[in-house]
Nanobody
Framework: VQLQASGGGLVQAGGSLRLSCAAS????????MAWFRQAPGKEREFVAA????????YYADSVKSRFTASKDSAKNTLHLQMNSLKPEDTAVYYC???????????????WGQGTLVTVSS
C-alpha cells in the first residue's frame, strides 16, 4: 500500500489542523492505521491509532482529549483532527499501516512521506 499524508501547515498555539492520509492499496479490517510524529532531534513517537475494522481508537497521553483519529472507509482515508495545538506538537507527522496495535514504529510496515506541522507560540 502507498500512503500519502497531507494537511500540515503553520498554526498558532490553540489553533486546529486536520491531517489526512490517503491509501492507494487495500486496508483490511485486521489492519491498524496509526499516526506518528517526529520532532527535530527526537525519536519518532506514537500519536494515535485506529483499528480499521472496529473503528476503536487509541491515543498517546500527550494528545488525549485534543486529537481525534477517524477514518473514511469508502475513501480509504485516515484523518487526524488536532485541536488546542501546542508548540510542543510541532513535528513531521506520519501515517502508517500495521498488522496489530503497537506503539513502536518498527512494527509498522507501510509509511507515508510525512507532513510538517508547525505550531507557533
Amino acid at each position: 500500500v502507498q500512503l500519502q499524508a497531507s494537511g500540515g501547515g503553520l498554526v498558532q498555539a490553540g489553533g486546529s489542523l486536520r491531517l489526512s492520509c490517503a491509501a492507494s492499496g487495500r486496508i483490511f479490517s485486521s489492519h491498524v492505521m496509526a499516526w506518528f510524529r517526529q520532532a527535530p532531534g527526537k525519536e519518532r513517537e506514537f500519536v494515535a491509532a485506529i483499528r480499521w475494522g472496529r473503528s476503536s481508537t487509541y491515543y498517546a497521553d500527550s494528545v488525549k482529549s485534543r486529537f481525534t483519529a477517524s477514518k473514511d472507509s469508502a475513501k480509504n482515508t485516515l484523518h487526524l483532527q488536532m485541536n488546542s495545538l501546542k508548540p510542543e506538537d510541532t513535528a513531521v507527522y506520519y501515517c502508517a499501516r500495521g498488522n496489530s496495535l503497537e506503539y513502536a514504529p518498527a512494527n509498522y510496515n507501510s509509511w507515508g512521506q510525512g507532513t510538517l506541522v508547525t505550531v507557533s507560540s
